[in-house]
């Protein structure tokens, strides 16, 4: 089993973090990019040794430095915590600070460490870090950053850096979007399994930066609803199985995931465009809904997860497969008709959502649903799917997209010393 490493020391940390926090708050926007670069090097290295821990006794970790960021191919963890932010800083200089600052903390609590001291040396000394996650492990926490169109408005000189043709996704069918669940100049994708572990990560990235940049929105997923490989398969909150035909494979990752050099900006280049859906589901109307028609809904068995045209869970669909009484076994207006790669010139998305629960709504009804995630080489593959689901899907009686958004998600950083954005500034 991997020994966490010690906590770096105090210094440097206390140098990047509190340093610059009371360097913002006074004002005093003097860090340069070398400066920035100076600082995050300062941090202590990163534990991980690229080994991921398999036991669930709190210490399983994910590498933070690589070619990707951790969270997306990363099988996905039992919890989520999504946070959009927009930025109220108003000099790039402070969106470096907040970048390199956040780059720097990401790999420290990762690896399960606080960002400052939980117990101050001084009585009047503030607390660091706010301390709900001290002792109990980083059980399994990545934190992928992701940057959104409007990040590249003109506000900080980043115009030349937007990807061609990244913008907010076009408004679509079976949607009703609340305009304060929509959008983010940034966004963090914290997953964990444990709840508290990632709500600490973000919370505490957010106070470290809550000069610049404020909380948008934010949706907290209580449940894995997708499977990566070797995971059993989960189930969403209509109660069927979610995930069974992921993308699982390095190569379906090199396809359908990963960006190349297309994006024609170097710093997207081994990172991948992140859609979030927050989708409510009429839960109420579902749970009288008879079995045969919910199967036909999702085009597939509610217990076994298994497609109509076959028996068990990963058989392969069979679209063509007629039913007795004439008409296709899998109804051409099911979910996996609609959404399946073979009936959408080879598309394929990376899911990566979760249930989550907002307690109830005005009337009293359930308020829960499903925070979609998807991952993908290029928006467009998710709204080439949402547009043939949003006009057709049988699903759309019993949900309603209430929250979107599309991110930018940069590739992975090297090393300690390298900050996300990095490149956006002047050396
Ligand atoms: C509340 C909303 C949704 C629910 C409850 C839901 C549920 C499911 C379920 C149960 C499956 C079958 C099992 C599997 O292969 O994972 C599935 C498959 C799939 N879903 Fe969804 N989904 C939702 C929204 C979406 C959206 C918004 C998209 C993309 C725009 C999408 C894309 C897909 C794809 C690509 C598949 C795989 C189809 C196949 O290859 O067989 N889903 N979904």
Known sequence: METPTAPGPDVPRRSLISGSAAMAAAGGLVLGAGAATAAAAAMAPNGASGVVQGARNGDERHPFYGEHQAGISTPPQDHLVFTAFDVTATTPVE???????????????????????????????????????????????????????????????LEKFKPAGFDQLPAMAGESLDPAMTGGDLCIQACANDPQVAYHAVRNLARMARTSVRTRWTVLGFGRASAGANQITPRNLLGFKDGTRNIKT??????????????????MAGGSYLVARKIHMMIET???????????????????????????????????????????????????????????????????????????????????????????????QFVALQRKLGSSDRLNEYIRHVGSGVYA????????????????FPG
């Open 95 to 157: 969106l470096q600070l907040v970048l390199a600052k956040w780059s720097a903390a990401m790999a420290e609590l990762t690896n399960g460490r606080p960002v400052g001291k939980v117990q101050p040396a001084r009585a009047n000394g503030v607390p660091g870090d706010t301390g709900e996650a001290a002792d109990m492990g980083p059980h399994g926490l990545t934190l992928t950053l992701g940057f959104g169109p409007s990040l590249f408005d003109g506000r900080f000189g």
């Open 250 to 267: 390095e190569e379906d990752f090199a396809e359908h995931v990963w960006v190349g050099d297309e994006a024609g900006q170097g710093w």
């Open 286 to 380: 579902w749970d009288e809904d008879p079995i045969n028609d919910q199967q036909g809904i999702f085009g597939r068995t509610k217990q076994a997860g298994a497609p109509l045209s076959g028996t068990r869970e990963h058989d392969v669909p069979d679209f063509h497969a007629a039913a007795p009484g004439g008409g296709p076994v899998i109804p051409a207006d099911s979910h996996i008709a609609l959404a399946a790669h073979e009936n959408n010139g080879g598309t394929k998305i990376l899911r990566r959502g979760y249930n989550f629960t907002d307690g109830l709504d005005a009337v009293g009804r359930l308020d829960a649903g499903l925070m979609f995630l998807s991952f993908q080489r290029d928006p467009e």
């Open 409 to 424: 998600v940069p590739g992975g950083l090297p090393a300690a010393g390298n900050y996300y954005g990095k490149e956006f």
